[in-house]
């Protein structure tokens, strides 16, 4: 799948987007990340994006004509399955929702500044508001960021061991079961002698009921679901 950011501080993210997991999916061709400078469809000799907000109200605004330029420059290279503005009034980020997206085959995610983009983008251009959280940012980098990563860790062949992020919390709306690693007692603090037993069968029941019982005691809101 591809994904093209779009972002006033394309610094921010281009680092991430080389590092870990979505790195790797990189560079084994199973996602491209493009990441564009909204600048470079500034229409103004000074490079700016920006300007002051009707009405008189604090703050500066994103304008339409680079936001509109440069959407219209990539949907014109091909066709996106979603142009998605990253935006604390937006729809909830989630697994399911990450779920979804990775099977999408391009993306646009436009990054918001200073107090937003013009309103008849969203109204528009925009065909999907995404929150990464109820708390505002200073800007959609780290949002967009965030989305990349989890939509990106879920593409087959992403993950060494695929069954890791089928097994990691959210995914069918149960929490992670608790995990361990050598040596089995540090400082007399056991591994639960139940995943030393060798038992596959056993093993997999036990970190079920683990699941269950965590999410039922941090998060019965999503065993309501
Ligand atoms: N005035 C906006 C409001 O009150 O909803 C907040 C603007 S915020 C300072 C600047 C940009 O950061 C937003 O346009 C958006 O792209 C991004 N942003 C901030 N918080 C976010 C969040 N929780 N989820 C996704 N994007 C966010």
């Not at 972002?7 to 199973?30: C, D, H, K, N, Y």
């Not at 085959?105 to 528009?124: A, Q």
């Not at 965030?146 to 992403?158: E, H, K, L, S, Y």
């Amino acid at each position: 799948m591809r994904i093209d950011i779009i972002s006033v501080l394309p610094e921010l993210v281009e680092p991430f987007m080389q590092e870990s997991i979505v790195g790797r999916a990189q560079r084994r061709g199973l996602a491209e990340i493009h990441i564009h400078n909204l600048r470079d469809w500034s229409v103004r000799r000074d490079r700016r994006v920006d300007d002051y907000p009707y009405g008189g109200s604090a703050g500066m605004v994103l304008q339409c004509e680079p936001i509109d330029r440069c959407i219209t420059e990539l949907q014109g290279q091909r066709h996106y399955d979603e142009v998605i503005f990253t935006t604390p009034d937006g729809e909830q980020f989630s697994q399911p929702m990450a779920n979804e997206l990775s099977l999408k085959e391009n993306i646009i995610i436009l990054c918001g500044h200073y107090k937003g983009i013009d309103h008849r983008l969203r109204e528009h251009l925009i065909t999907r508001e995404v929150s990464i959280g109820d708390y505002v940012l200073t800007g959609g980098e780290l949002a967009a960021a965030v989305m990349a990563d989890a939509i990106v860790r879920v593409i087959p062949g992403a993950i060494g061991d695929e069954q890791s992020a089928l097994s990691d919390s959210f995914q069918d709306n149960l929490l992670a079961p608790p995990v361990y690693t050598r040596p089995a007692d540090y400082r007399g603090w056991r591994v639960p002698d139940i995943l030393l037993s060798g038992h596959e069968a056993n093993i997999r029941q036990w970190e079920l009921q683990q699941s269950m019982e965590r999410t039922a005691r941090l998060r019965p809101d999503l065993l309501k679901q």
